[in-house]
């Protein structure tokens, strides 16, 4: 009887053992394998290369810089390359050429790509802003300012037919000031420059981003 309860108990500890090594040899003995597992995990995640062609580098995109320098899209498998091309223009012809996967620019560069006869047809997905980000700059301070300060006035707008001059050009009307007649707009400077050129001296008033 002796006997036969020792070999019982001999074997019930041989099971223990048993059960004892199998759970060790699966569980991580210690923080720093798990921390490499996921390091590895992380690692083979493999991210979509999306460059994308924005118009122009303003602050009215900040949301933008915040989510790239933040990590936002890595998170969601993008890596991505922000490329600036200083006018919807050539932010499309980014876009129709292939160099350019997503273009960050105003709805009227898709209408004048189809309306030239473009191959490959360009569709706005997304409307990221309800209100343009335009602002009108003067040389000189005005404490009280009117539209009717433009009148017989040097502006530098932009590309015609660019989102930013529609736009200006509507203001004025809405004002009742005739774009065409009671004031002088430049629209013959690439939007890029025209910063650069009114604070060389050009123009009283310029329409920036």
């Known amino acids: 009887m002796k006997k036969r309860l020792l070999a019982a108990m001999l074997a019930f500890a041989l099971v223990l053992g ?20 996921n390091s590895t995990t992380d690692s083979q995640k ?17 949301p933008m810089y915040v989510a790239i320098e933040e990590g936002y899209f890595e998170d969601h498998g993008i890596e991505l390359e ?21 273009g960050f620019a105003g709805a ?10 473009a191959n490959d047809i360009v569709k ?22 009117s539209w009717e300060d433009l009148k017989g006035k040097d502006v530098i707008g932009g590309r015609k037919g660019g989102m930013p001059e529609m736009v200006f050009e509507y203001i004025l009307k809405q004002n ?12 013959s400077i690439d939007f890029g420059s025209t ?10 008033y310029t329409v920036v981003v």
Do not use: W
């Open 82 to 102: 922000l490329v600036t091309g200083y006018g919807a223009d050539k932010t499309m012809t980014a876009i129709l050429s292939g160099e350019a996967d997503i």
């Open 176 to 187: 009742d000031i005739d774009p065409s007649k009671d004031l002088t707009i430049d629209q």
């Open 18 to 37: 048993l059960i004892a090594g199998c759970s060790q040899s699966k569980t991580p003995t210690s923080d720093n394998d798990t921390q490499k597992a």
């Open 46 to 62: 493999k991210l979509t290369h999306v460059v994308l062609n924005e118009v122009a580098h303003s602050i009215f995109y900040a």
């Open 195 to 204: 910063a650069a050129a009114f604070s060389g001296g050009q123009g009283d």
């Open 108 to 117: 009227e560069s898709t209408i004048y790509a189809y309306q030239e006869g």
């Open 124 to 145: 706005n997905f997304a409307q990221l802003t309800q209100r343009a980000g335009n602002f009108l700059v003067a040389r000189e301070k005005t404490d009280d300012f």
